[in-house]
């Protein structure tokens, strides 16, 4: 089975300033999707990037990159030019790839709460 | 384009009592999944319907079912309430067969289960 751990459960950047969320997984399986969700105060789980892991290049979306180093089973999401509106609980989550016979259910890790200051 | 709607928005239902919670997927999804997200967790999943069947399902009691109708919306039940099913009620859809390989799923804004 597979296990998504994100080891921060509250950051704190300052507005415009950068910060990284870590999350580190375990998997036998080589193909997969990991993936970072925002957790606003609305409840709504919002898509914030997304990387496969045949993909070498780390993705970016924006002021969001990732850092994804597949040896080290670790995946931490970089936040640059932080805004007021990207506090949040951010989740880690984890997909088997479409060929490993499982089902596409996602696997999410504890998150982080991020605050974000004047 | 409409998202992944879902209702009701908050549920207060007493132990023992029975409840049902609907889905309706993205527009061109035709795969729900339901998480269950206690407070301060992360969400676990509980199922996953497509075809109008179960497909997976992860370590939830059979007091949890679910169904999907044609149109690709959804439903959770829950039955012989639990302190413990005090939670929000996520659903997710998504496309089985994604286009390059995309693989993403949208959620809804949850429900908020309350046992008393």
């Known amino acids: 089975a597979q296990t998504v751990t994100q080891s921060q459960p509250e950051m704190s950047v300052q507005e415009a300033e950068t910060v990284t969320l870590s999350c580190t997984y375990d998997?036998?399986?080589?193909?997969?999707?990991l993936f970072w969700y925002k957790q606003p105060p609305s409840r709504q789980m919002i898509l914030v990037i997304r990387q496969e892991a045949y993909k070498q290049q780390n993705a970016t979306e924006n002021r969001f990159s990732v850092n994804f180093q597949k040896a080290a089973k670790s995946f931490s999401l970089k936040i640059s030019d932080s805004q007021l509106g990207d506090a949040a609980m951010y989740f880690c989550a984890y997909r088997s790839g479409p060929n490993t016979g499982t089902a596409s259910k996602l696997t999410f890790g504890t998150g982080t709460r991020l605050q974000v200051t004047l | 384009d409409a998202g992944v709607t879902q209702s009701p928005t908050h549920l207060i239902k007493t132990r023992g009592q029975q409840v049902t919670l609907r889905c309706s997927p993205k527009?061109?999804?035709?795969?729900v999944s339901w998480y269950q997200q206690a407070l301060g967790q992360g969400p676990q999943f509980i199922f996953q319907?497509?075809?109008?069947?179960?497909?997976q399902r992860g370590n939830f009691p059979d007091r949890f079912s679910g169904h999907q109708f044609p149109n690709y919306s959804s439903e959770l039940n829950v039955n012989a309430l639990l302190l413990g099913d005090s939670a929000l009620y996520l659903c997710?859809?998504?496309?089985?067969?994604?286009?390059?390989?995309?693989?993403?799923?949208?959620f809804g804004p949850g429900t908020r289960l309350t046992v008393t």
């Open positions: 998997t036998s399986e080589s193909d997969y999707y």
């Open positions: 319907y497509y075809e109008e069947e179960e497909r």
């Open positions: 527009s061109g999804h035709d795969t």
């Open positions: 997710a859809s998504s496309l089985n067969l994604s286009p390059n390989r995309l693989y993403e799923q949208y």
